[in-house]
């Protein structure tokens, strides 16, 4: 009864997996009571149908844009201070104790994030959007993973590195990519579709398509 009603849920929410015979109700029970709460509490901290966890801060909520079903898991905190909206597509998913920001100093408005619809990301991330971030549609990423839409510009020996500026080309990825946990993305990485990186790469630069890349820094290490 539990499970055939779970997956009638699931199925409304757009996902197509089936549930494991050997869950045992009592956990199923317990999601749908947490799920509940976090859709209560997204309901009353940000008058839409978001599942909001515990102690989560939404910073200028009004510049936000939320798809279905997208879940910010607890202890999140998002800066919505950006010269773009903050979009979040149908079915987006932050992991725990993850933060965005969108404007690191005074000097300079940030850009943004954008994620596409069923793009999830794991506990921990951090989301450095100044220079601007967009991530495709079915995106699927570990924990630890961190973006860094800026970059300092050090030409200048005569002047110290903080008083130089920042590059800000922006950081994007394709659609149908696996990120695996503590990879990092500087400023200007590119990734293309159907792509795989592997975890702990540092990732700057241009990738085509159909890849996996990995290393430090990132290489194309196959075709797929």
């Known amino acids: 009864m539990i ?31 947490n799920r509940f709460l976090m859709l209560v509490r997204g309901m009353f901290f940000l008058r839409k149908k978001v599942f909001l966890g515990k102690s989560c801060k939404v910073l200028n909520k009004s510049n936000f844009v939320f798809g279905k079903s997208v879940t910010i898991e607890r202890h999140t905190v998002l800066d919505g201070y950006a010269k773009n909206k903050i979009i979040l597509g149908d079915g987006v998913k932050i992991g725990a104790y993850s933060c965005l920001t969108t404007t690191s100093h005074l000097s300079k408005y940030g850009i943004g994030l954008k994620m596409g619809n069923n793009s999830a990301i794991g506990d921990y991330t951090h989301f450095g959007a100044s220079g601007g971030i967009e991530i495709g549609n079915d995106v699927i990423m570990g924990s630890y993973i961190s973006f860094h839409s800026e970059n300092h510009i050090f030409t200048d020996k005569e002047k110290l590195i903080r008083e130089q500026g920042v590059t800000s080309k922006g950081i994007k990825l394709g659609n149908n990519i696996w990120v695996g946990a503590k990879v990092t993305f500087l400023d200007g990485a590119r ?3 159907n792509s795989v990186v592997a975890a702990g790469a540092v990732v700057n630069g ?15 290490v196959k075709e797929i």
């Open 206 to 220: 241009v990738f085509p398509d159909n890849v996996v890349i990995g290393g430090v820094p990132a290489k194309i």
């Open 191 to 193: 990734i293309g579709n």
């Open 3 to 33: 499970k055939k009603l779970f997956q009638t849920i699931l199925l409304k929410m757009g996902k197509s997996y089936s549930i494991d015979e050997s869950i045992p109700d009592s956990l199923l029970i317990s999601v749908l009571i």
